[in-house]
């Protein structure tokens, strides 16, 4: 059973950064794609970004292109979501995700983790 703990939310002003981990539980965690989403309360969940096993191809959503980086380090287990020039419409509790493969048209995944919440301020 892999288990996904994420961390790095909190609150910070629009055009601020914050930097999201997500830690996976087994090591065979490097095998599987990874990918953020995010939702707020009452809408549908929204695919952010996502990392191939190797780590050589990366998708993103138009509306954090050129602003998110997503990378990983399967030595450490670890999926970042660096986020910058946040705006107050990013705010949402954002997931982490391990699938087989992840891109913007990804709906479902068979891993996920708890939520981590960010907040912009405007």
């Known amino acids: 059973q892999v288990q996904l703990v994420e961390s790095g939310g909190g609150l910070a002003q629009a055009g601020g950064s914050l930097r999201l981990s997500c830690a996976g539980s087994?090591?065979?965690?490097?095998?599987?794609?990874m990918g953020w989403f995010r939702q707020a309360t009452g809408k549908e969940r929204e695919f952010v970004a996502a990392i191939t096993w190797t780590g050589g191809g990366t998708y993103y959503a138009d509306s954090v292109k050129d602003r998110f980086t997503i990378s990983r380090d399967n030595g450490k287990n670890t999926v970042y979501l660096q986020t910058n020039n946040l705006k107050p419409e990013d705010t949402d509790v954002y997931y982490c995700?391990?699938?087989?493969?992840?891109?913007?048209?990804?709906?479902?995944?068979?891993?996920w983790g708890q939520g981590t919440q960010v907040t912009v301020s405007s």
């Open positions: 087994v090591r065979t965690l490097s095998i599987y794609a």
């Open positions: 995700a391990a699938h087989p493969f992840i891109d913007q048209a990804t709906l479902d995944c068979d891993y």
